[in-house]
């Protein structure tokens, strides 16, 4: 059965890595066909994080409205799936409910 959830807390642990960086370990050459060869720096390992530039973002936001599957992941989009990032949600079985639950906690968000 489809639900309908609010997000009601986010984690600091709902980030997802929003840049995939890379550095360069060859030059481009005429055999490459002039595509330089990269490698993610995540693959370089340890001894090579100082390199390394990491940009997050979060996965959720509070009160984002979320149409759910009965596996518990969203029937559109990408499929996130809420319990794999640590928010809280609270689930409705109409998305009048639902709305109104996302209004109050975006109106308690806008005056903390």
Known sequence: MTTFAVVVETSPHDMAVALDTAIETEQPTEES???PKVEAL???GRANMELALMLRQPVFTL???LIL????REVS???RKPSKWFVVIEE????DLA???AIQI??????S
Do not use: K, M, P
């Not at 599957?69 to 518990?72: F, K, N, Q, S």
């Not at 409705?92 to 998305?95: N, V």
């Open 99 to 101: 709305i109104q639950r």
């Open 63 to 65: 009160g984002e409205i």
């Open 69 to 72: 599957g009965d596996d518990g």
């Open 33 to 35: 066909g002039y595509l």
């Open 42 to 44: 995540v693959s370089l």
């Open 92 to 95: 409705f079985d109409t998305i």
């Open 77 to 79: 989009g990408v499929g």
């Open 106 to 111: 975006n109106a308690s968000e806008e005056n």
